[in-house]
């Protein structure tokens, strides 16, 4: 028995009970009631274990020792968690025109966001439960029900995060860049939700980050439900650059109807643990899901990606690449499955994982899932991990590139694709440089 | 400028190169021909600072200094360039990205400031033209589904660009056409001068009609076991290598 484990379930209910009143005061009777049946999953479930199949190759075991603050979403800001643009400027994608919410430890930042109610709504959770309960109503917690105990939790918590509600037919004219920062002067444990709903024909661009700015542990608990009506077509990249004491375990769910695309780009570069879980179900007849992982580990980071795609519909497409470099003490987790429905006739699925281990002690476990249940489909995946290439090394150095240039120009090569379909310039080249200082290089020179 | 001096080496415990000598000087073409496996592209690799071959005896001299100890990156920082027989299929770096850095690094060991991207550019269409290649090269990913002989005109584009003070060149002439075989030779001989040098590792005396030579050398079973002027080429194309390998037994 892992006792502060039992400890940190212990006190995450007793916040739960203590606040409910508060966060029944604020939702409808239907909501507090998910909330209520959550808490309840997740107190009888616990944390999962390594003893649990989904969890078998990453420990919770040190991420619930610290005695962390659960901040109140209810309670203003504590001297401790003030901050300002000068704090969070380097966080920002600068160079283009966003919208932009910002939340500090789970609760909304007015004077660092710039939201917009004009033509669709891109705000926050917090302030959604009031002002459009019908609309939360129809939404929240549908896709999320039969998860494990820490979406549970999540939903039993769940309180900030971005909303965004889209219109018919309506493009978002910039991208949606949402921050999370987690601070203050103890260990500090965040829920954050987003609720994203994007009707037909509409489309949007998300550029997400969780960043913690304190020196003390944390640990933010994400979850993300995303409606993609028909026609839809969403747009996000996930920037996980964390500091290197900050934990995250994401849980996203994208639900998507008729010829509607979703792109995912994960970009996991920093942080000290991360989990992600990415699940698409593609619903309507023709359906594209992309996504698009690049791992880069370093230290004793650990990066965690189990992805799922469950074809229902027939004519469904799914394009799969994740790629990873381990070095170092690092360890990656690849799990993809793909689940294809008795009626997803004429699906096609691609999945592919690539990997780079480039010391001894870094290692990387990695399973596709492939469970096909219609005659009718194309389905294909592939996974390899390996060194770099000897002879592509010796044909650079050669050329007069230094050997931890040509490494780092290799790897840079090795993990393009994964960035190669963001669309902005200016942010793919800042994502290079980003990965090319954490591969120790000012590649600067040579984009 | 180049002094091999009895050079012995090895891979896996196989002898491959068993003595070779060779002198070169600044102005000079030399050509190596020889049968398939007698251990050209291994001279070539191991000029060139491969790692993978143990030196058994012998030495490598770059303008007096012996280059053994030297990474490949530090011998082209001397000015080596060698123009591969299997070029590398590099996805995911561009060609014009992988020349920039490459001539930056170069110009940096120097103690040169780095090219900017449009001298950089302008230099590469100028040497794109003499080398009668197509602009669009630039932006495709480093040999990846190249042809043969765009494989062979890209390094020949790349020594273009890196002007090395001693080039070797490891089979050029294989898998280009006439025409092509004209224009890489042209590209080559545009860049003569008395400041570099060249090795023309070839099997046909074909591009040796193109580029004069001013020395043949025949290496078999890892010797020079003949040197001679370009007749010698001529010789050989005409009576192949059995003559010589009678010779030698
Ligand atoms: N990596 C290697 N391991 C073992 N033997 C090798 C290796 N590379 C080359 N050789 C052997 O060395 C000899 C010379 O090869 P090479 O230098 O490629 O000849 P050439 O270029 O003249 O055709 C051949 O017998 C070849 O089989
Ligand atoms: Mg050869």
Redesign the pocket.
């Known amino acids: 028995m892992d006792q502060k484990r039992a400890r940190m379930k212990d006190r995450l209910s007793a916040f739960y009970w203590l606040n409910e009143t508060q966060f029944a005061q604020a939702s409808s009777e239907l909501i507090t009631s998910q909330r209520r049946t959550a808490i309840e999953k997740f107190e009888s479930q616990g944390f999962p274990t390594v003893r649990e199949e989904e969890w078998k190759y990453t420990s919770l075991k040190k991420l619930t020792a610290p005695e962390y603050n659960f901040p109140s979403p209810f309670a203003p800001l504590e001297q401790d968690e003030q901050i300002d643009f000068n704090d969070i400027k380097q966080f920002l994608v600068n160079d283009i025109d966003c919208y932009r919410v910002v939340f500090i430890n789970g609760r909304y930042s007015s004077w660092l966001s710039e939201t917009t109610h004009t033509n669709y709504d891109i705000c926050t959770l917090g302030s959604a439960w009031k002002k459009y309960p019908d609309v939360v109503e129809s939404y929240f917690n549908k896709l999320t029900k039969d998860d494990g105990p820490l979406v549970q939790l999540n939903t039993g918590l769940a309180w900030e995060g971005l909303y965004v509600n889209i219109p018919k037919k309506t493009v978002v004219d910039k991208p949606i860049q949402v921050l999370y920062f987690s601070t203050g002067d103890t260990p500090v444990f965040n829920q954050t939700r987003s609720l994203i709903i994007l009707s037909e024909g509409s489309s949007a661009e998300i550029i997400e980050r969780h960043h913690s700015l304190t020196n003390h542990e944390t640990w933010t608990n994400a979850v993300d439900e995303l409606h993609v009506g028909s026609n839809a077509k969403i747009h996000w990249v996930k920037l996980q650059h964390d500091a290197s004491n900050a934990s995250l375990t994401q849980h996203s769910k994208i639900h998507q109807e008729k010829n509607s695309t979703a792109i995912v780009h994960t970009i996991s570069t920093g942080g000290k643990f991360i989990r992600n879980n990415l699940d698409f179900s593609l619903i309507g007849r023709g359906a594209e899901a992309r996504m698009f992982g690049l791992s880069l580990g370093s230290d004793r980071q650990l990066v965690d990606h189990h992805t799922r795609v469950d074809h229902i519909a027939p004519n469904c497409s799914s394009h799969e690449s994740y790629k990873g470099i381990y070095d170092d003490f690092s360890r990656g987790v690849f799990n993809g499955k793909i689940y294809v429905h008795v009626d997803a006739q004429k699906t096609q699925a691609y999945q592919q994982n690539n990997n780079l281990i480039l010391s001894e002690k870094a290692a990387v476990d990695t399973k596709p899932q492939l469970e096909i249940f219609a005659d009718d489909v194309k389905c294909s995946h592939g996974c390899t991990i390996g060194q770099l290439d000897e002879d592509a090394l010796f044909y650079l150095r050669a050329r007069g590139i230094r050997i931890k240039e040509a490494k780092a120009l290799l790897m840079l090569a090795f993990a393009n694709d994964a960035i190669a379909d963001i669309q902005h310039p200016s942010l793919r080249v800042k994502l290079s440089q980003l990965i090319g200082r954490k591969l120790g290089v000012d590649m600067s020179n040579s984009l | 400028m180049l002094e091999i001096v009895n050079l012995h080496a090895s891979?896996?415990n196989?002898v491959?190169l068993n003595g070779i000598n060779l002198k070169i000087n600044l102005g000079e073409v030399h050509a190596i021909m020889?049968p398939?496996?007698?251990?050209?592209?291994?001279l070539s690799n191991v000029i060139a600072g491969h790692d993978?071959y143990d030196i058994i005896s012998g030495d490598i001299l770059f303008d007096g200094e012996s280059v053994l100890d030297f990474s490949p990156e530090k011998r082209a920082h001397l000015g080596l360039f060698l123009s591969f027989q299997y070029p590398v299929e590099i996805p995911g770096i561009t060609v014009s990205n992988f020349i920039r850095t490459a001539l930056n690094e170069i110009r940096k060991a120097k103690g040169e400031e780095p090219l900017g991207a449009s001298p950089m550019l302008k230099m590469m269409r100028e040497k794109m033209g003499v080398l009668e290649m197509d602009k669009g090269f630039l932006s495709r990913s480093l040999n990846e589904g190249f042809s043969g002989g765009e494989k062979k005109r890209n390094e020949i584009f790349q020594m273009a660009m890196l002007e090395p003070k001693m080039a070797i060149l490891d089979e050029t002439d294989s898998g280009l056409d006439i025409d092509a075989l004209r224009i890489v030779a042209n590209g080559v001989n545009s860049l003569r001068s008395n400041r570099n040098t060249f090795i023309i590792i070839t099997h046909y005396q074909r591009l040796l009609d193109y580029i004069v030579p001013d020395f043949v050398h025949v290496l078999f079973n890892g010797k020079i076991v003949k040197s001679g002027d370009k007749e010698l080429a001529i010789e050989l194309e005409k009576r192949g290598y059995d003559w010589i390998k009678k010779e030698q037994e």
Not at chain 2, 36 to 42: Q, R
């Open positions: 891979i896996d196989k491959i020889g398939n496996g007698s251990g050209k592209s291994t993978g």
